[in-house]
Nanobody, 120 residues
């Protein structure tokens, strides 16, 4: 059973940085696409970034391009989201997800989420 566990959220001032981690277990992740999504109460979940684990190709939402960087560590089965130049509008619960195939039709596995709060 695939499990995803996020960590690294917290409170940071605008302009600051955070690094989120997603520890993955229970699967062969070279076949997966790993994604980061975020959600604000009352709004739909929003795509942030994704990485195709086998080839390392990355994708970003326009709202985070140039500020966020997704990466993976094969040895640790962990995906990271480095978030720089944070803005108050980046405040959300951030979720890690795993899906197969490209483009991903459905992300089958989700973590529990980690809160990111950016103060102005």
């Amino acid at each position: 059973q695939v499990q995803l566990v996020e960590s690294g959220g917290g409170l940071v001032q605008a302009g600051g940085s955070l690094r989120l981690s997603c520890a993955a277990s229970g699967g062969t992740f070279s076949s997966y696409v790993m994604g980061w999504f975020r959600q604000v109460p009352g709004k739909d979940r929003e795509f942030v970034s994704a990485i195709r684990w086998s080839i390392g190709r990355t994708y970003y939402a326009d709202s985070v391009k140039g500020r966020f960087t997704i990466s993976r560590d094969n040895a640790k089965n962990t995906v990271y989201l480095q978030m720089n130049s944070l803005k108050p509008e980046d405040t959300a619960v951030y979720y890690c997800a795993a899906g197969m195939g490209w483009p991903v039709k459905n992300y089958d596995y989700w973590g529990q989420g980690t809160q990111v709060t950016v103060s102005s």
